[in-house]
Every structure is written in C-alpha cells, then in structure tokens.
C-alpha cells in the first residue's frame, strides 16, 4: 500500500464496548478545558489592572490550552463515535502539525514565564524599566513565532514520506507514529527529530535554568519575608512546569517503549496527559494561587448567582 489516504486509529477499536462513556468523558474534559481557559483570558483581557506581564504570559498559556485541547480532542470525539475509527491523512498530518506547535509552544510560555519570575524577584526596582511593552512582544511572538516555524521546518521531512502502512495504535496522530507508517528509509528523519529535539528544548531549558538559578541564589541571602514572598510568587509556575514535565516523561515512555503490560485506560491516559492536564490544571493551579485573578473569578461567580433568582 503506497501513500494511502486514510489512517485508521487502531487504540478506538478497544474503546468500542464503552465508547459512550469514553465520549462522555473526554467531552467534559474538552468543554472544561473551554471553559476554564475562556474565563481567564475574558478576566485578563476585561481587567486593565492584570494587564501586567505574567498575567500576559498566562492569558496566552490559556489561548494554547483551548487551541491544543482542540486539536486532540475535538478530532478525537469524532473519531471515537466514526464505526470504522479513520481519519483523512491530511486531517491526521494538520492534528501532528497541532499537537507537536502546542506542546512546544506551553514549554516556551513557561520558559518566559520564568525569565519574567526571575527579573520580579532579583530586580524588583528595575522591573518595569526591564519588562517593557516592547520586550512583552517580543517575548510573545518568539513563543508562538519559534514553536509554529522550526516544527514546521522539521515536519516537512516527514510530509516528504511514502506511507506503506496506515494503521496508528492511538488515539491520535503524532510526527513519530506518521515515520514509522513509512517504507522508506527513516534513519536520517530519525536523526535530524532527535536533533530537532535538542532545538526545541535547549532555548527554553537554558533560560527555565537560568533564571531558577539566580532566584535560587538571590533566596540564600535574603530575609525570611522575601524567601517566603519569592516561594509564593514561583511556586504556581513550579507546579505548572512539574505538571508539564511529567505530561512528557509519560509521553516519552508511551511512544518510546513497549506499555503494552499497563492496563489500557493507564496507556490512554499516558498518552494524552501532556495534552490534557496541563490545559486543565493550569487554570487551576493560578486562577487559586493569583490573589487578583481568584478574586475576579469568585466576583464573576458570586455576581451570577445573585442573578439567578431574578430569572
């Protein structure tokens, strides 16, 4: 078979039996991930006084959230309900394309979130005078800008390939499952994606590093107010980047190992969590630990059910 234009998602065939519980669930999962990341870009966006950096760089953590909560689960709930759980190999290569874009994308917001946690607390007085509207910009293009750019470079590559098999064993596309559907010879796309790993990772690791570093030892010598003020401030992001990396440790074993001995419902949720928690929880973990953002979150809802009465 050359170049076939349908891949069948092999995982949804064992989904068959509970497929309308399977759908209930990642339908709620989906519209949480809506509707959580919604009302904190509606509540950055309509408040003038979070319209600071950080609440910048979340507003735009919660725009990737929905746009990759989109890209796996919208195609995923169709699939799922499909009898014959195919999808076109250019809808198949657009959800790739997503969901590699979404995943560095998160990773390079965190980065900058960090390099943003790091001038708060090691130059507070110079902090506004550092963190312009200009460098606000530039910092958000070069995370939406890099990711969407240097995957797309890479992806080409795997564009270029034949296609000798059609059958993907998961839930969803993926750039190392469309290589291995390949007959040609993928040693040198094999090279260059572990190659392009290091490109995708090393910017944002250098500067996640770095700035944790200088916060680390800015909190050795300061008072026991600003080490506890320092921890309160980092400590939503540490989880945020924690709940990230442990998405892709998952996915790394998922795709890179055999887990074929776990049971399926733990398979699925390895090799979604990347895509899932961080979206969901990521509202979560700020919207609680951000006074100004939880107080306008408990105003919009306390201001709704002083209203339902009236209806």
């Known amino acids: 078979m050359e170049n076939s234009s349908i891949i069948i998602l092999e995982a949804f065939y064992r989904m068959d039996n509970l497929k309308y519980l399977y759908f209930m669930i990642f339908f709620m999962l989906y ?5 959580a990341n919604t009302i904190v870009i509606c509540i950055i966006i309509n408040d003038k006084a ?3 950096p950080m609440h910048v760089f979340l507003c735009n953590l919660a725009v990737n959230g929905i746009y990759g909560g989109t890209a796996l689960l919208a195609p995923l709930l169709g699939t799922l309900m499909s009898p014959s759980h195919e999808v076109s190999l250019a809808c198949c290569k657009a959800q790739t394309y997503c969901l590699h874009t979404y995943a560095i994308i998160e990773f390079t917001i965190l980065s900058v979130m960090c390099y943003d946690r790091y001038v708060a607390i090691c130059y507070p007085l110079q902090y506004h005078s550092i963190m312009t509207i200009t460098k606000v910009y530039k910092l958000i293009a070069f995370s939406w800008g890099y990711p969407l750019v240097a995957f797309a470079l890479f992806f080409i590559l795997t564009l270029r390939l034949t296609l000798c098999r059609n059958i993907i064993g998961r839930v969803y596309c993926s750039n190392y499952s469309l290589v291995k559907l390949s007959c040609d010879d993928t040693n040198v796309v094999s090279a260059i994606g572990l190659f392009s790993v290091v490109v995708y990772t090393f910017p944002q690791l250098m500067m996640t590093f770095y700035s944790y570093g200088h916060i680390l030892k800015i909190c050795f010598t300061a008072t026991k107010e600003s080490k506890i003020k320092a921890l309160k401030t980092c400590t939503p992001h ?30 699925i949720v390895m090799s979604i969590y990347f895509l899932i928690f961080p979206p969901i929880l990521n509202p979560a973990i700020y919207g609680l630990s951000v006074q100004a953002l939880r107080s306008n979150v408990f105003r919009l809802f306390s201001s709704k059910k002083k209203l339902l009465p009236l209806m």
Request: one cysteine or more; a negative charge; glycine letters at 2%.
């Open 31 to 35: 519209m949480f991930v809506v509707f």
């Open 50 to 52: 979070l319209h600071k």
């Open 238 to 267: 540490l989880f945020a980047i924690l709940n990230y990396s442990v998405g892709c440790f998952f996915e790394i074993v998922q795709s890179r190992f055999d887990t074929s001995f776990l049971p399926f419902e733990t398979q």
